[in-house]
């Protein structure tokens, strides 16, 4: 039986090559140097049962990285505080 994140590596992968978004999509194991490179991690993944019948609960959190990521000590680096300051005086971004 495959382990649950393998499965959702395989689907991700197998969802992203079929959107046409990408020039490739590869794994993480491949020869290919990528430009970009999704990490993530399966937080829940579970059945839900209920008078209705069941579900099943699975929660994934990813992120897209840059890859090769910058070196920072290399350069500068800075934020854009107008959205938290618009926050701060109960405005919306």
Known sequence: ???RGELVTDY???DFKHAGLFKAVA???SKVEPTLILEGSVDEFF???SEDGWKAVLTVSTVLLSHPQPDLSKGSFSEDLS???A???EKRC
Request: glycine content about 6%; aromatic content about 12%.
């Open 87 to 89: 926050l701060q005086e």
């Open 83 to 85: 959205c938290g300051e």
């Open 47 to 49: 059945e839900w049962d």
């Open 12 to 14: 991700l992968s197998r």
């Open 27 to 29: 794994p993480y194991e």
């Open 1 to 3: 039986m495959p382990v």
